[in-house]
């Protein structure tokens, strides 16, 4: 039976140092292997061990990254070993294939987006009305999908202006999803697991295995035959629960190594589906 992985990037299987930082072990700094370059500045890292098990993935051509990235925060990035030919981002508004935007992908998500929530230039206005008033440092927008909110630290007013927002976006067919200084604002039908079933389809795969640490993965992991969660992030905190979730038992980039070794263990042929416990 074929296995598809579908995973999310950042806090799953890559860190930040402030992510590395806050995790139950930093790794040496030699154990580790920079994928996110810009400039003169590293945003990102792998360990060695997830890196090299990545590779292996890679070459199998089984793992699909499903990110909330735009397309040029993950073109970007220096993944080890084949380029995947399939890669989700955006959080499902794009497809991309060996590296280029599936347009027929593109308008079907445009189709929902239009029939299920108020206007992208709506929220962006509210947005910017909201960068104006609070302690917000930046608004940015993800092409016209969607647009998140930066803080230079967080602080114990953010959560608390998260869940005011969430009842505003809610109202309008949006949702909220606040991780680490970043406050995220996208239509409730912009979702990654639509995305994962559809490139499943394509790739006429049997199986599908996700991971994620965001509450813009829950529907993605729910949906999966088997998933995996970090004891850390947005999932974490909320205390997310499946019968075939697992989570890990570590934190950080631990956790991420954790993670890279379970998808391994996840493309071994076996004879039925099984889903951990």
């Known amino acids: 039976m074929s296995t598809v992985i579908a995973t999310d990037l950042d806090g799953t299987v890559l860190f930040s140092e402030?992510?590395?930082?806050?995790?139950?072990?930093?790794?040496?700094p030699a154990d580790l292997v920079p994928v996110d370059i810009d400039g003169d500045r590293t945003y990102a890292y792998m360990t060695v061990d997830t890196a090299a098990r990545w590779a292996d993935l890679a070459a199998a051509g089984v793992v699909v990254p499903a990110?909330?990235?735009?397309?040029?925060?993950?073109?970007?990035?220096?993944?080890?070993g084949r380029a995947p030919s399939h890669a989700i981002v955006c959080n499902g508004a794009r497809l991309l294939v060996d590296g280029e935007s599936d347009?027929?992908?593109e308008r079907q998500v445009r189709r929902n987006m239009a029939a299920a929530a108020a206007t992208f230039d709506a929220?962006?206005?509210q947005g910017v009305d909201w960068h104006g008033r609070r302690g917000f440092a930046a608004v940015r927008a993800v092409e016209d999908f969607f647009l998140y909110l930066t803080v230079e630290t967080?602080?114990?007013?953010?959560?608390?202006?998260?869940a005011e927002?969430?009842?505003w976006a809610g109202a309008c067919g949006w949702r909220v999803s606040l991780q680490g200084r970043k406050l995220y604002?996208?239509?409730s039908s912009l979702d990654k697991a639509a995305a994962v079933a559809?490139?499943?389809q394509r790739l006429a795969a049997g199986r599908v295995v996700a991971g994620g640490d965001s509450l813009l993965d829950a529907d993605m992991l729910r949906a999966a035959d088997a998933a995996i969660r970090p004891a850390h992030g947005e999932l974490h905190l909320t205390g997310f629960t499946a019968p075939h979730c697992r989570t890990t038992a570590s934190s950080g980039a631990a956790a991420g190594d954790e993670i890279a070794k379970w998808y391994g263990e996840q493309t071994i042929d076996r004879p039925t589906s099984t889903a951990p416990r």
Not at 68 to 76: E, G, H, K
Not at 154 to 162: H, K, Q, S, V, Y
């Open 103 to 105: 347009p027929v992908w």
């Open 165 to 167: 927002a969430g009842e």
């Open 198 to 200: 559809h490139v499943a």
């Open 67 to 80: 990110t909330t990235r735009s397309v040029p925060q993950y073109l970007r990035l220096r993944l080890p």
């Open 154 to 162: 967080r602080e114990a007013w953010l959560p608390e202006f998260a």
């Open 185 to 187: 604002l996208l239509p």
């Open 123 to 125: 929220v962006w206005r």
């Open 18 to 28: 402030r992510a590395m930082a806050a995790g139950t072990t930093r790794p040496d």
